[in-house]
Structure formats: structure tokens, C-alpha cells
């Protein structure tokens, strides 16, 4: 048998059970791919299941406000996800009359979907004949071939996609994509592949090197760095003020309290030196300040932040917090927030 006879005859007595896959509806496939592309299936099946029950179409998707999708989107991270699947399913129901297009670029032009999500959307929904290129498939295929080509580079996505295709058979791609990713994902994985048991152990040159770990190669390490938020959480009677965040940082269209980030680790001495504490609450008078949180670390990618949260009760309105939303206390949950705020609320009691 060829390696995408070998791929399928293992898919079909070692897949998992995913409503996305008894289905060949574009719509569902595209939904599952983008949570899916940062977001483990075990976390991801009940946003998958929730998502489409509210969302079961792109028009449902396309009229709702920002701020729902978002609040559905709470928790699994990478926003920028949800609001590029909103923005691309307006453009699907206002060019293409609420269906998607068959046609492969025209559907790697919609906002959110790169070669990958194409190729998955094309293949699985029509059997056509584009390949997937994901983690799961660069691991097989620097394995197979023994590739020390980086996958982070131009040159290394340009030869993997090939190496992809030229495996791929005519007919029944779609089965074939589903196999190479499951077998990535289940069977070649990243450390400690059972490799004494794998149905390609014959093929795989990276098996036959003794170092099928060493695959795949990657060139480039993004640096991380730390970032310091304080959160003040100010209450007067049974209000509290939220900031909707825009610009090009994390989390954009999520709520949180108000917010001083500092460029080092600092107490609440140091805080209140600050030119945003002074700006935000000198003209508070007396205030009940109590530390809730210090230094809870919230890992994104490529970022580390290290949150303390303030509860900063008010005897009066102040002008400063006109810049803020003005909201009910048990209304908090109506609000999409990021899972650090998420965490903070469950964490006293407020959500």
C-alpha cells in the first residue's frame, strides 16, 4: 500500500468520534477548523457545540453584534479568531448570498482563512483536491521524509505543501487530509511517538535515522517578554467600570476594569506613584482599597503577564471614570471578558 493508503486504512479503525466530521457542510467544517487552530479538541467540542447552536448558519453569525460573538468566543483566547470569523461571514452573506463559495480562492480571500483552512474547507466539504498543511502534518511528513528543511521558513512551507501533494490520491482527499491530521495528532506526536507500533514505521525515514524527534526543524524562537497589569476593580454601591479595549493589543473588543500596566514588577506604593493612578483616582478622597490577587501569571503566547487586582470602593462618582463603562455588578456576566478577568471573577464570587 502507498503512505495515503496506510494513512486512511489507520484513520478508519483509529478516529475520534467529532460531530464536524459527519458532516460536509462548509459552514461547520470552517467553524470547527478556526477553533480548533489554537484550541485542543477536549477544550474546544463544547465552545464547537455551543458556537453553532447559537450560530447555526452564516447569517445567524453575520447579523449578530460583536459583543455576543465575542462573549461566545470567551475563554478559548486568540480573539482575533472570532472577530475574523465575524467579518468573513458578513462578507459571505452580503457577496455570496450566504453560502460559501466553492471556488478556493475565493474562500482564502475571506478575512481569517489562510491555505489551511482553505484546503480544509475545499477538501472536506468537496473532495477537492488541496492538501492540509498544519503542526500535526509538518510533524508527519519532517518524519517521513526526514526533512531538515525549517517548517518556519518560506522555502520550508513551499516544499512541505509539495511533499503534501504528492502524496495526496485523486479521489477521496477529503478522507485523506482527515487521516494525515488525525495520524499527527494521535499517532506521530510530538514526544514519545510509539513508533515500534506505527503503521509507517517502514516508510518513515526519520525512524530509520533513530532520531524521529529531532523532526521537525524550526529556525526561529519568538522571544517572550513580561508585561505587569493592575487591575482596579472600583466599586461604588453596587456599580463597577468597565474598558472596552481596542487598538492592536491583545484582547481587542473584550472588557476589563480599568487598567495601569507597569514596565516592572510594583506594590501598590509604587503604584500609586504613577501618573495613571494619580490621573485616575486623586480626586477619589477617602478610599477602601483591598488586594485581591498579586501577581497571578497568565501565559499568552509569545507574552507573560503577571496580574494583581485591586477591589478600590468609592464613597462618590468621580469625573475620571466618565472614560469607563458604568456597570451593574451582577449585570458582569453579560460582558466578554478575558479569561484573566474570567478567573479573577470566579475567584471572589462576582461571576
Known sequence: MNVSDILTTWYQDNKRDLPWR?????????????????????????????????FPD???LAEAPEDEVLRYWQGLGYYSRA?????????????????????????????????????????????????????????????????????????????YTELAASIMPKSDTGLHNQAIMEFGALQCIPQNPDCKHCPLQAQCLGYATGTPQAYPVKQNKTKTRNRYFHYLNIIYKSK??????????IWKGLYE??????????????LQQTEAFHHLLSDAGELQISLEISNLKHVLTHQILYASFYKVEI?????????????????????????LIQLYLEKTGEK
Open 22 to 54: 459527519k458532516v460536509h457542510d462548509p459552514y461547520l467544517i470552517w467553524i470547527s477548523e478556526i477553533i480548533l487552530q489554537q484550541t485542543r479538541i477536549a477544550q474546544g467540542m463544547d465552545y464547537y457545540l455551543r458556537f453553532v447552536e447559537r
Open 58 to 60: 452564516i447569517y445567524s
Open 83 to 159: 472577530r475574523n470569523l465575524h467579518e468573513a461571514a458578513r462578507t459571505l452573506a452580503k457577496q455570496f448570498g450566504g453560502k460559501f463559495p466553492t471556488e478556493y480562492e475565493a474562500i482564502r480571500s475571506l478575512k481569517g482563512i489562510g491555505d489551511y483552512t482553505a484546503a480544509a474547507i475545499t477538501s472536506l466539504a468537496w473532495d477537492l483536491p488541496y492538501p492540509v498543511v498544519d503542526g500535526n502534518v509538518f510533524r508527519v511528513l519532517s518524519r517521513l521524509f526526514a526533512l531538515d528543511t525549517p517548517i518556519d521558513t518560506g522555502k520550508g512551507k513551499k516544499i
Open 240 to 249: 463597577t467600570w468597565l474598558n472596552r479595549r481596542s487598538g492592536k493589543d
Open 257 to 270: 476594569f480599568p487598567l495601569i500596566e507597569t514596565a516592572s514588577p510594583a506594590d501598590f506604593a509604587d
Open 315 to 339: 464613597n462618590e462618582p468621580i469625573a475620571s471614570l466618565q472614560q469607563y463603562i458604568e456597570v451593574p455588578i451582577d449585570s458582569l456576566d453579560r460582558y466578554a471578558v478575558p479569561r
